[in-house]
């Protein structure tokens, strides 16, 4: 019995705008509370990362060691990496040794609205599953 797949009958459509291929470039604006009973915002501004700039955010979360063959995860050095490259601006303007500094109710809320490579990663991984 001959079972062809329905996908490998049809033509793929090629794109025909290739913007929708890249990235925007414009910051998206965020407003962070600087504490749960205050009424004052952090704005910070967030690029969307390329696709290899989130290759690279997983190559500092996860560390090989070829000789040992053992994984280390260092989530500080990925999000060291993201505030670097990701964080366009802040008002009030803040430095990254700043940023790295603020309480961990700030950074928890800058975490949500930083790019996930961790997400990222699995949804890719979910979409060759299909």
């Known amino acids: 019995m001959l079972v062809l797949k329905v996908e490998n009958m049809l033509e793929k459509k090629i794109v025909n705008n290739t ?15 600087v504490s749960p ?8 501004w967030v690029k969307q990362p390329t696709w ?7 190559t ?8 040992t063959q053992t994984m280390d995860i260092d989530m500080n050095a990925m999000y060291r990496y993201m ?6 601006k802040t008002e009030p303007s803040l430095s990254t040794v700043d940023l790295i500094k603020l309480t961990p109710y ?4 800058l975490k949500e ?3 996930n490579p961790l997400e990222d990663m699995m949804q890719g991984d979910e979409e060759k599953n299909e």
Not at 20 to 33: C, D, G, V
Not at 60 to 67: E, F, G, Q, R, V
């Open 83 to 88: 505030v670097d490259n990701f964080i366009e």
């Open 113 to 115: 609205v930083l790019p």
């Open 60 to 67: 500092t979360l996860m560390k090989i060691d070829p000789k």
């Open 19 to 33: 913007s929708a291929l890249f990235i925007n470039n414009n910051a998206k604006e965020h407003y962070i509370r």
């Open 52 to 58: 290899l700039q989130v290759e690279k955010a997983m």
């Open 106 to 109: 700030v950074g928890a809320q």
């Open 37 to 44: 009973d205050s009424d004052e915002y952090l704005k910070v």
